[in-house]
């Protein structure tokens, strides 16, 4: 390893660049542009918004059906806390008004999960398939590189 003086200006062809940031004068070379055969149409897939539109899909699927089910319970302990009058009433002959509302939680429920998967099929899976093929496209692409 031979020491080059900071005064030399002549570069030899086999000089490392690492002295490159002595003379701030000279132009500093761009990186060279990859060809535009090989550039990619757009970003890659954590540049871009659709992983944000798949978690606000999946967040606005999680409270619908989380609030359908839970609020029909929290209307029920609230009418048996409260509203005991109402609970012990009798709806038909022997049949109290608590557990008539009792026995609807269960189809409630069943609400809930079918609401669940209804908003799974129509909004949240269409977007995870864009985003899986498009993931797919740009690690193919990746590995032609």
Known sequence: MSYEPPYDTYRHPDRPPAYDHMYPWQPQAAPPEPPAHRRAPRAPLGHHSDLRVLRGAYRWQRRTASL??????????????????????????????????????????????????????????????RIRKQSELDAKREATR
Not at 82 to 102: C, K, N, R
């Open 68 to 129: 359908a089910a839970l609020g029909y319970f929290t209307l029920f302990l609230v009418l048996s806390a409260f509203a005991p009058s109402v609970m012990t009433s009798s709806v038909t002959d022997g049949l109290p008004a608590g557990l008539l509302l009792a026995l609807i939680q269960i189809p409630v429920t069943w609400l809930a999960i079918a609401l669940y998967e209804h908003t799974a099929r129509r909004y949240v899976d269409p977007i995870a398939d």
